[in-house]
């Protein structure tokens, strides 16, 4: 009897854990849009489809009492094991009952070294300082810095404004002990990524007054939360539904850190939250006017805010704090900011809220590095942190150049990607010529310093003698018939037809000069 309750227990739970990967791959597949120019859109559909699986059994167990969300989800993420770096020394500290990890380069130095203070993203409910290990590990490394992790309380027992007074506790204190670290006071910087980032630029304008602590000399903001007033800027529209940041989960973080009721979403969207005065005393930096146009091509489309909601206004006029939307704070506060670096990224729902934080460092005189990127990255890529002294491997960034700069595609095949095009490819391609067994043929071409697979065209072969027939057929072909469907278009150079017989107009000859035989074997693919 034991036995059969056991075997009904299991084959139900199975049946529910394939009902619930069923319906939220599909569900995936049917809501998330993924961008066209993304490079690896089936990895992103995985890395989404997985995150929303999480999420999903995390709701589960939610309504069922088990645990939260958050909690079942950073539970799991935590279980990944952390990749040891040889060249980074890393200790678990507490400052008081705040938890941190500290990185430390093994190579020793003279002087005092740079000191990056890093706060973790993941919207006030998921992350923590095991998901940003990597990150913290290749800026230790690749920047010669201290680098201190600071861990904060979270969603559900701790809600605003614990995230901020943990990190400005862990900061502090780290502040005031640089001698023990070996850090240099004039070189601290502060760093994070979304609700992380939004904590950086908080710190910076608290400590802007403080003479008893050493000056922040520079800011780095990665897509990082601003503001959390407006949810009708072009980004909010036109990326709602893109992968692992979607609107629904965006509301879900905004209601949990701040400790408001969802009820409240539709009155957020439609812009009633907040009055009309409201709005019209920080339109000047929270307008669309202020995003640049390019920026609302594609599916924006303004829309004018309802009537206040009088009863959504009390509730929820705890975002009109600096604490949450530091991106409203006095310009005598702003204007006096240390520099800073700013990251987003195209297709991100938060892309808006940097660019408005650039412009208004940008109207008051700070100056700023803004590293806007057109193609989304993961998250956890380890050159996708820009930062001094930082240079990622050069294969991504030919890759992004490749992307970016608008080379057609078949002039962009280097020797370590093989081409998948193969109808490019000629017999005179360069991919046999590597040790130069024709040295009659072109000179390689370049870009960025990687060889490129030479491709041949008509001005690489100059007719050396009077014009033949050669050709002659496809040319009257062309010009009599009528015109073929929209395909592919040989070059009449490349055509590949019989030879036409011996004649007055025909010569026993090429008009393209044909290598001499070739020293090794022709490879079959």
Avoid at 54 to 62: K, N
Avoid at 265 to 271: D, F, I, Q
Avoid at 328 to 355: F, H, N, T, W
């Amino acid at each position: 009897m034991l036995i059969s309750f056991l075997l009904l227990l299991l084959a139900t739970v199975c049946v529910a854990f394939v009902g619930v990967g069923l319906w939220v791959f599909g569900n995936h597949f049917l809501t998330t849009d993924i961008p066209a120019a993304i490079s690896h859109p089936m990895r992103l559909r995985v890395l989404n489809g997985f995150f929303q699986l999480l999420i999903t059994w995390g709701m589960i167990f939610e309504k069922l009492r088990i645990c939260s969300m958050p909690q079942f989800v950073r539970f799991i993420h935590d279980l990944l094991p952390l990749r040891k770096h040889p060249d980074v020394v890393v200790k678990d500290l507490r400052f008081g009952t705040i938890p941190v990890k500290l990185y430390q380069p093994k190579a020793s130095t003279s002087g005092l070294r740079p000191g990056i203070v890093f706060y973790h993203g993941g919207g006030g409910i998921l992350g923590s300082l095991k998901t940003h290990h990597g990150i913290c590990c290749n800026l230790c490394k690749k920047s010669d810095a201290v680098v201190l992790a600071v861990g904060y309380r979270m969603v559900p027992k701790h809600r605003f404004p614990v995230v901020v007074k943990d990190c400005m506790v862990g900061t502090i204190h780290f502040l005031k002990s640089l001698n023990t670290y070996g850090v240099d006071p004039a070189r601290i910087i502060v760093c994070g990524d979304s609700v992380g980032g939004a904590v950086a630029t908080i710190l910076c304008q608290k400590f802007v007054d403080r003479s008893d602590l050493p000056k922040i000399r520079a800011q780095i903001l990665i897509y990082s939360t601003v503001q959390s007033m407006d949810f009708q800027s072009p980004s909010y529209q036109q990326n709602k539904n893109m992968p692992l940041l979607s609107q629904n989960l965006a509301f879900y973080c905004w209601c949990s850190y701040l400790d408001i009721s969802p009820s409240w979403r539709s009155a957020a969207l439609k812009g009633a939250h907040l009055p009309a005065e409201v709005w019209e005393k920080y339109r000047k930096w929270l307008g669309a006017e202020n995003i640049p146009d390019r920026f609302k091509k594609r599916g924006y489309l303004p829309v004018s805010r309802e009537p206040l909601n009088e009863a959504a206004y009390l509730e929820t006029n705890i975002i009109l704090d600096v604490m949450n939307s530091p991106l409203i704070a006095d310009d005598e506060v702003v204007s006096r900011l240390p520099e800073a670096c700013i990251v987003s990224c195209e297709y991100d729902i938060l892309r808006d809220e940097s660019l408005l934080y650039k412009k208004r460092l940008e109207d008051l005189g700070v100056r700023f590095t803004k590293a806007t990127e057109k193609h989304p990255q993961t998250v956890y890529r380890n050159e996708y942190v820009p930062f001094p002294g930082h240079r990622p491997d050069q294969i991504s960034k030919w890759y992004s150049k490749r992307r970016v700069e608008g080379l057609p595609y078949k002039h962009l095949i280097t020797h370590h990607q093989e081409p998948s095009q193969r109808y490019l490819i000629s017999t005179y391609d360069d991919h046999y010529n590597r040790h130069h067994y024709h040295p009659g043929l072109p000179e390689l071409r370049t870009w960025n310093r990687h060889q490129l697979l030479w491709l041949p065209e008509k001005a690489d072969f100059p007719l050396l003698g009077p014009p033949t027939n050669y050709g002659l057929y496809e040319q009257l072909k062309q010009k009599w018939l009528p015109p073929p469907e929209a395909t592919l278009r040989e070059s009449i150079y490349t055509s590949s037809y019989p030879r036409p017989p011996a004649g007055a107009l025909s010569r026993r000859e090429h008009a393209i000069p044909v290598p001499p035989p070739r020293l090794q074997p022709v490879p079959h693919f």
